[in-house]
Protein backbone atom coordinates (compact mmCIF):
# COMPACT_ATOMS: atom_id res chain seq x y z
CA UNK A 1 0.00 0.00 0.00
CA UNK A 2 0.88 3.89 0.01
CA UNK A 3 3.53 4.69 2.03
CA UNK A 4 3.51 8.12 4.01
CA UNK A 5 6.47 9.18 5.75
CA UNK A 6 6.45 12.68 7.88
CA UNK A 7 10.21 13.93 8.73
CA UNK A 8 11.43 14.96 11.50
CA UNK A 9 9.59 12.72 13.83
CA UNK A 10 10.23 15.31 17.01
CA UNK A 11 11.18 19.10 16.98
CA UNK A 12 11.76 21.38 19.50
CA UNK A 13 11.99 25.51 19.01
CA UNK A 14 11.76 28.41 20.65
CA UNK A 15 9.02 30.87 20.67
CA UNK A 16 9.37 33.10 17.35
CA UNK A 17 11.14 30.34 15.36
CA UNK A 18 10.35 29.56 11.74
CA UNK A 19 9.72 25.40 10.92
CA UNK A 20 9.27 23.49 7.84
CA UNK A 21 7.76 19.84 8.65
CA UNK A 22 7.92 17.15 5.08
CA UNK A 23 5.38 14.69 3.89
CA UNK A 24 6.71 11.99 1.32
CA UNK A 25 4.26 9.90 -0.10
CA UNK A 26 4.58 6.82 -2.22
CA UNK A 27 2.00 7.03 -4.75
CA UNK A 28 -0.21 9.57 -6.66
CA UNK A 29 -2.74 10.88 -4.54
CA UNK A 30 -6.43 13.18 -5.32
CA UNK A 31 -6.59 13.99 -1.89
CA UNK A 32 -4.30 15.68 0.81
CA UNK A 33 -5.02 17.22 3.77
CA UNK A 34 -2.65 18.64 6.99
CA UNK A 35 -3.96 18.67 10.07
CA UNK A 36 -3.09 20.10 13.86
CA UNK A 37 -4.06 17.33 16.83
CA UNK A 38 -4.53 19.38 20.03
CA UNK A 39 -3.29 18.14 23.29
CA UNK A 40 -7.01 16.48 23.63
CA UNK A 41 -6.75 14.83 20.43
CA UNK A 42 -9.06 16.83 18.22
CA UNK A 43 -7.59 17.10 14.83
CA UNK A 44 -7.99 20.35 13.35
CA UNK A 45 -7.84 20.66 9.70
CA UNK A 46 -5.31 23.13 8.09
CA UNK A 47 -5.47 22.77 4.93
CA UNK A 48 -7.02 20.58 2.07
CA UNK A 49 -3.89 20.67 -0.64
CA UNK A 50 -3.80 18.03 -3.45
CA UNK A 51 -1.20 20.39 -5.51
CA UNK A 52 -0.22 23.65 -5.31
CA UNK A 53 0.36 26.65 -2.54
CA UNK A 54 -1.55 27.54 0.14
CA UNK A 55 -1.58 30.22 3.17
CA UNK A 56 -3.16 30.79 6.56
CA UNK A 57 -1.75 33.54 8.46
CA UNK A 58 1.27 32.33 10.02
CA UNK A 59 1.02 28.82 8.07
CA UNK A 60 1.41 27.81 4.74
CA UNK A 61 1.72 24.63 2.09
CA UNK A 62 3.19 23.20 -0.82
CA UNK A 63 2.45 20.08 -2.16
CA UNK A 64 4.48 19.27 -5.63
CA UNK A 65 2.68 16.23 -6.69
CA UNK A 66 4.49 15.09 -9.58
CA UNK A 67 7.24 14.54 -6.60
CA UNK A 68 4.77 13.26 -4.18
CA UNK A 69 5.64 15.27 -1.01
CA UNK A 70 3.93 18.57 0.97
CA UNK A 71 5.52 20.74 3.04
CA UNK A 72 4.06 22.74 6.13
CA UNK A 73 5.12 25.65 7.35
CA UNK A 74 4.95 27.16 10.10
CA UNK A 75 6.81 31.19 11.12
CA UNK A 76 7.09 32.88 13.90
CA UNK A 77 6.01 29.59 16.13
CA UNK A 78 4.38 30.32 19.52
CA UNK A 79 3.72 27.47 22.15
CA UNK A 80 -0.24 26.96 20.93
CA UNK A 81 1.35 26.25 18.10
CA UNK A 82 2.48 22.64 19.91
CA UNK A 83 0.58 18.95 19.28
CA UNK A 84 1.52 16.42 16.35
CA UNK A 85 1.08 17.38 12.72
CA UNK A 86 0.13 14.91 10.77
CA UNK A 87 -0.55 14.87 6.81
CA UNK A 88 -3.48 12.35 5.34
CA UNK A 89 -3.43 11.46 1.21
CA UNK A 90 -5.91 9.47 -0.78
CA UNK A 91 -5.20 7.32 -2.97
CA UNK A 92 -7.31 5.85 -5.78
CA UNK A 93 -5.26 2.70 -5.78
CA UNK A 94 -5.90 2.31 -1.76
CA UNK A 95 -9.24 3.61 -1.69
CA UNK A 96 -8.90 4.92 1.91
CA UNK A 97 -7.23 7.87 3.62
CA UNK A 98 -3.95 7.06 5.20
CA UNK A 99 -2.00 9.12 7.46
CA UNK A 100 1.39 10.12 8.00
CA UNK A 101 3.42 8.71 11.19
CA UNK A 102 3.68 12.77 12.40
CA UNK A 103 5.67 15.26 13.79
CA UNK A 104 5.42 15.74 17.14
CA UNK A 105 5.99 19.79 17.72
CA UNK A 106 7.10 21.42 21.27
CA UNK A 107 7.32 25.30 21.27
CA UNK A 108 9.20 26.59 24.09
CA UNK A 109 9.18 30.17 25.74
CA UNK B 1 -22.34 26.38 11.80
CA UNK B 2 -22.19 23.62 14.38
CA UNK B 3 -18.97 21.69 13.64
CA UNK B 4 -18.58 17.54 14.16
CA UNK B 5 -20.51 16.30 17.41
CA UNK B 6 -18.73 12.61 18.75
CA UNK B 7 -20.53 11.15 21.92
CA UNK B 8 -19.87 9.67 23.82
CA UNK B 9 -16.43 11.46 24.60
CA UNK B 10 -14.98 9.02 27.29
CA UNK B 11 -15.94 5.40 28.21
CA UNK B 12 -14.85 2.32 29.76
CA UNK B 13 -16.19 -0.94 28.76
CA UNK B 14 -14.73 -4.52 29.99
CA UNK B 15 -13.78 -7.16 27.75
CA UNK B 16 -16.23 -9.08 25.67
CA UNK B 17 -18.99 -6.46 25.91
CA UNK B 18 -20.05 -4.39 22.59
CA UNK B 19 -19.82 -0.35 21.96
CA UNK B 20 -21.80 1.99 20.25
CA UNK B 21 -20.41 5.09 18.86
CA UNK B 22 -22.16 8.36 17.49
CA UNK B 23 -21.17 10.92 15.24
CA UNK B 24 -23.20 13.66 14.01
CA UNK B 25 -21.84 15.78 10.79
CA UNK B 26 -21.31 19.18 10.03
CA UNK B 27 -24.90 19.64 8.88
CA UNK B 28 -24.87 19.66 4.88
CA UNK B 29 -22.23 16.92 4.50
CA UNK B 30 -22.82 13.64 3.23
CA UNK B 31 -19.68 11.97 3.65
CA UNK B 32 -19.32 10.30 6.95
CA UNK B 33 -15.46 8.49 7.76
CA UNK B 34 -14.33 6.86 11.04
CA UNK B 35 -11.09 6.42 12.54
CA UNK B 36 -8.41 4.44 15.23
CA UNK B 37 -6.31 5.92 16.60
CA UNK B 38 -3.99 4.01 19.15
CA UNK B 39 0.22 4.58 19.87
CA UNK B 40 1.00 1.45 18.45
CA UNK B 41 -0.56 1.70 14.74
CA UNK B 42 -0.91 5.80 14.75
CA UNK B 43 -4.53 6.87 13.17
CA UNK B 44 -5.66 3.94 10.84
CA UNK B 45 -8.99 3.67 8.66
CA UNK B 46 -11.83 2.08 9.55
CA UNK B 47 -14.94 2.89 6.91
CA UNK B 48 -16.47 5.53 5.39
CA UNK B 49 -19.86 6.32 4.45
CA UNK B 50 -21.97 8.39 2.00
CA UNK B 51 -24.97 8.65 1.80
CA UNK B 52 -26.27 5.82 3.44
CA UNK B 53 -23.88 3.70 1.44
CA UNK B 54 -20.78 2.09 3.24
CA UNK B 55 -18.28 3.51 0.47
CA UNK B 56 -14.75 1.59 1.73
CA UNK B 57 -13.57 0.03 4.30
CA UNK B 58 -10.23 -0.32 6.07
CA UNK B 59 -8.43 -3.73 7.13
CA UNK B 60 -10.39 -4.48 10.75
CA UNK B 61 -12.45 -7.74 11.96
CA UNK B 62 -15.98 -7.88 11.68
CA UNK B 63 -16.54 -7.16 14.77
CA UNK B 64 -16.59 -3.43 13.82
CA UNK B 65 -19.33 -2.32 11.78
CA UNK B 66 -21.20 0.80 11.28
CA UNK B 67 -24.10 2.72 9.66
CA UNK B 68 -25.10 6.07 8.46
CA UNK B 69 -28.87 7.02 8.65
CA UNK B 70 -30.85 9.67 6.81
CA UNK B 71 -30.05 12.52 8.40
CA UNK B 72 -25.78 11.56 7.71
CA UNK B 73 -25.31 10.82 11.26
CA UNK B 74 -23.47 7.77 11.90
CA UNK B 75 -22.93 5.07 14.70
CA UNK B 76 -19.90 2.29 14.92
CA UNK B 77 -20.58 -0.59 16.55
CA UNK B 78 -17.52 -2.62 18.23
CA UNK B 79 -18.82 -6.42 19.58
CA UNK B 80 -16.99 -8.77 21.75
CA UNK B 81 -14.48 -5.95 22.92
CA UNK B 82 -10.45 -6.85 23.70
CA UNK B 83 -7.71 -4.83 25.48
CA UNK B 84 -6.84 -3.56 21.92
CA UNK B 85 -9.55 -2.17 21.11
CA UNK B 86 -8.36 0.60 23.79
CA UNK B 87 -8.16 3.64 21.28
CA UNK B 88 -9.70 7.16 20.86
CA UNK B 89 -12.08 6.79 17.83
CA UNK B 90 -12.44 9.79 15.29
CA UNK B 91 -14.84 10.79 13.11
CA UNK B 92 -15.00 13.02 10.39
CA UNK B 93 -17.68 14.85 7.94
CA UNK B 94 -17.01 15.77 4.22
CA UNK B 95 -19.60 17.54 1.93
CA UNK B 96 -17.70 14.86 -0.90
CA UNK B 97 -16.56 11.40 -0.98
CA UNK B 98 -13.15 11.99 0.96
CA UNK B 99 -11.05 10.71 -2.00
CA UNK B 100 -11.98 14.65 -2.79
CA UNK B 101 -13.01 16.29 -0.31
CA UNK B 102 -12.34 18.46 3.14
CA UNK B 103 -12.27 16.37 6.64
CA UNK B 104 -13.19 18.01 9.23
CA UNK B 105 -12.72 16.03 12.39
CA UNK B 106 -14.92 15.58 15.65
CA UNK B 107 -12.95 15.74 19.38
CA UNK B 108 -13.29 11.75 19.20
CA UNK B 109 -15.11 9.29 21.66
CA UNK B 110 -11.83 7.82 24.04
CA UNK B 111 -12.62 4.23 24.79
CA UNK B 112 -11.07 2.40 27.33
CA UNK B 113 -11.55 -1.76 27.64
CA UNK B 114 -10.46 -3.20 30.87
Known amino acids: GIQVEQSPPDLILQEGANSTLRCNFSDSVNNLQWFHQNPWGQLINLFYIPSGTKQNGRLSATTVATERYSLLYISSSQTTDSGVYFCAVYTGTASKLTFGTGTRLQVTL | KAGVTQTPRYLIKTRGQQVTLSCSPISGHRSVSWYQQTPGQGLQFLFE???????NKGNFPGRFSGRQFSNSRSEMNVSTLELGDSALYLC?????????????FGEGSRLTVL
Open chain 2, 49 to 55: YFSETQR
Open chain 2, 92 to 104: ASSAREINTGELF
